[in-house]
């Protein structure tokens, strides 16, 4: 080796462990650096979703409502509502206590929409109830992930920023399947969650029937020779409507004695299975917050009424997007199972409740 | 809709790119006998280093592919002979709304499904 070569050696060596020695005292300020990064360009890429969808809303609330005054700030005010979840150390009637929280923020949001949208019929103004909803979820999901990143950030705090960036993939992909939602929702289509309300709109196809509770409808049919009740929510406008109070209605009001009720519901299945895969067992099927699955299990226990459920299943990308061909298969499949389970678990003469649950956009009855 | 994609990292073009200089000045200074033998080495490893930065600029480069516009369609079916029709979806649409006649059997035809029209996707096999 030569003496160019020795002193190369000594150069190499020496950028070596300088190399190590920083790391060691500054690997974990590298690997924050990185994360912050990281997080910054996806907080961009949120911001970027949370102006589409708002541009969106007011764009579609001029043209469906044709408001005199410009509604953007009205609809800047409604991006940022919020609900306060009731205190719960001591948890007995909570859910009655959420269940009206939710009435009177479902009432406050639908009479918000009509100020701002006065031209919009009643399926325009469910549908862009959703709409704003949507755009409502994703300006929150920007507002915590920024509060977190900046709080990170200003206090140095490695745990929160390492939280954060490890749960972004799963927000991000939350992120986008609300932005999928938004031209459903301003169109009017059906989306994955209108599984249920499907399925019972095919059952109902040219009976008549009868509004029943806040914004659900209900019908009668015939089944191998079981009369059956079919429940879904009012179309073809977004609503998920109140199948609980439905049910309670029609069990204690109108006094039928169900011999088994059948729920019908998206859900969200698991990495690896199939969109439309059908599955059946036993509890009520329905989503949300958990105050109609309450009202649903105690009316079921106290009248001893046994609840199947049969599930659609979907991600929840899927689920807020347009409804995909393997869904309608779904449902169709999900019908048959419906039919299999009627015939198995009740007599000829019996009387049977069918609940569609879900979001009925753009499905009828 | 965009999915959620990685990007190439700048930083790791940045590397190896110095990596590149580092193997030209490498055989430079040390001479082919000290480090890599033959001169024909290190042009070759100069070589493999400069398409690998070539292949990272372009991917950094490159626009993210264009999101396919999907065409929502809506599936009218007879009722009394099944026919089906299929045509784009228009704004009022809904399922199983009543349009039109079968042009087949002058039956009425209803809305029976709406849905975007996919290319048929390739799904990954997976191993368990």
Known sequence: MGEGGNIWTVIFQVAFFAFIIAYFFYGQRIQLAIWNRDIERNLRRLKFLRDKAREKAVKVVKEIGKPEEDPTQRIDQFLETFLIQPVDMDPAGIVWKLDHLLDVRDLSMKDTVRRIAPKADETSLNNLENLLEAALDLNQIYRVVRHYYLMGRRTNAYIITAQLHMILPLIMDMAYAYDGALGAFAEGQPIGDGAGPLLACKLLAGREVKKIEKDMVYGEAELDGRRILVLKAEGPGGNVGKPGEALEALINTYGYRPSIIVMVDAALKFEGEETGDVSDGVGAAIGGIGTERFRIEEVAHKHKIPLYAVIIKESLKEAIAPMRKEIYEGVNRALERVKRIIREKTKENDLVVIAGIGNTIGIAQ | ?128
């Open chain 2, 1 to 128: 809709m965009a999915g959620y994609r990685a990007r190439p990292n700048l930083g790791l073009l940045i590397i190896l790119i110095l990596i590149f200089l580092f193997m030209v000045m490498a055989g430079n200074f040390f001479g082919q006998e000290e480090l890599f033998g033959e001169r024909s080495a290190s042009t070759f490893l100069g070589f493999i280093g400069l398409i690998l930065i070539l292949l990272l600029f372009f991917k950094l480069m490159a626009q993210p592919p264009a999101v396919p516009k999907t065409r929502i369609v809506t599936v009218l079916k007879c009722e009394k002979c099944n026919v089906k029709n299929i045509r784009d979806f228009k704004q009022g649409d809904y399922i199983p709304k009543q349009e039109g006649k079968c042009p087949g059997c002058e039956g009425p035809m209803y809305i029976e499904a709406i849905y975007p029209e996919e290319p048929p996707r390739k799904k990954p096999k997976l191993k368990f």
